[in-house]
């Protein structure tokens, strides 16, 4: 019987380093949950994923706080709240990013801020 993690198979094959832990993503899911005004939509990867997701939708930050956090490659959040308006106007926007920078920047959480998303990278790949 084979009893190897294939997460930690393919984090020692790619000799990642971990940048967040258990307790950092539960800071993450925390602070992203309290704001009562803005919930981020999220595009998150996989470390086995073998395609980046497409789009970003939003995300059960329970399953951050107590679920195995040990499969996320990386994070992007985007700090505009969307409303919908009507079919023939477009949805309104609110931009969050001071609020979702400062929530970040107050849980110690490392993050990246790259054309207006926000990415929090689970590990860090060698030569990137």
């Known amino acids: 019987m084979n009893d190897t993690d294939p997460v930690a198979d393919y984090i020692n094959a790619n000799q990642l380093a971990s940048a ?13 949950t309290s704001n009562p005004d803005f919930e981020p939509q999220v595009r998150e990867k996989h470390l086995l994923d073998k395609v980046e997701p497409a789009g970003f939708t939003f995300l059960d930050w329970e399953w951050v706080k107590s679920g195995e956090t040990k499969w996320i490659d990386w994070m992007e959040l985007s700090p505009i709240r969307k409303d919908y308006v ?10 969050f990013t001071e ?19 926000f990415k929090v990278r689970g590990y860090i790949w060698p030569n990137a």
Do not use: H, V, Y
């Open 99 to 117: 609020w979702l920078r400062a929530a970040l920047i107050g849980q110690s959480i490392p993050f990246e801020e790259i054309d207006g998303i």
């Open 20 to 32: 967040m832990n258990k307790t950092k993503w539960r800071k993450l899911a925390t602070a992203m």
């Open 86 to 95: 009507g079919r023939l106007i477009d949805d309104k926007q609110t931009d």
